[in-house]
């Protein structure tokens, strides 16, 4: 009986193959999963670069580990066309580990993920706009950049308008439309909007009492 290889043959790394690395991955059978990645790397699959460099750069006991590396690997994939290398880019400029903290490039990355369909950078982009990093702070186009977040289901996109409408800021004040959605991300299990739904709840009490005369 034939037995399993362990390891894709050069040019036959494919999506069960993937599949396989991240179960391994899951398990904590770094060693094998990064042998099977890296047949996809040298196979030139963007996904397999992706998820060798987030390994390099986010796994702790990750035998190796080289977050230089790790980089030059979701630049690579980036090439090709990948959208959540540019998103970890972004986040790597943001905090300055990896690589030297750089806004601007953190904001022209996370851009860049938008622009190639990743639905978890549509809120990244709309927080730059409404904290004002590496680009002038303008709230009105962040809650723009949060409906499209909605609009893709991201729950951070519902906790960000939802906040957004609560407070009245680059957008007319609306309570009940805050609190509808920071519950539905809460509902989603996105824990900022678990932690802010007292506030929202009491906001609106306190916006359904009739005024004083």
């Not at 390099?56 to 590396?69: D, M, Q, R, T, V």
């Not at 004040?173 to 929202?200: C, N, T, V």
Request: negative net charge; glycine residues 8%; aromatic residues 8%.
């Amino acid at each position: 009986m034939a037995q399993t290889p362990s390891v894709p043959a050069p040019g036959k790394y494919d999506d069960a193959w993937h599949q396989r690395a991240q179960t391994l991955y899951a398990d904590g059978k770094y060693a094998e999963a990064q042998a099977i990645l890296q047949m996809g790397v040298a196979d030139g699959v963007a996904d397999a670069m992706t998820a060798l460099a987030y390994s390099h750069l986010y796994a702790p006991e990750f035998p190796g580990k080289n977050p230089a590396l790790g980089i030059a690997l979701f630049e690579k994939a980036l090439a090709l066309g990948d959208a959540r290398a540019a998103r970890y880019l972004s986040e790597q400029y943001h905090l300055g580990q990896a690589v030297p903290k750089d806004d601007a490039m953190a904001f022209a990355m996370i851009q860049k993920a938008a622009e190639l369909g990743d639905s978890d950078a549509l809120a990244s982009v709309g927080m730059f706009h409404w904290k004002g990093v590496a680009t002038p702070r303008d709230p009105a186009k962040a809650v723009e950049w949060f409906r499209r977040s909605v609009e893709s289901g991201d729950p951070k996109g519902f906790y960000q308008l939802g906040m957004a409408y609560l407070d009245g800021i680059g957008v007319a004040a609306d309570p009940e439309r805050g609190l509808q959605l920071i519950q539905r991300s809460a509902e989603m299990g996105f824990s900022e909007a678990q932690a802010e739904l007292p506030r929202a709840q009491r906001v609106v009490q306190a916006h359904r009492q009739p005024r004083q005369p």
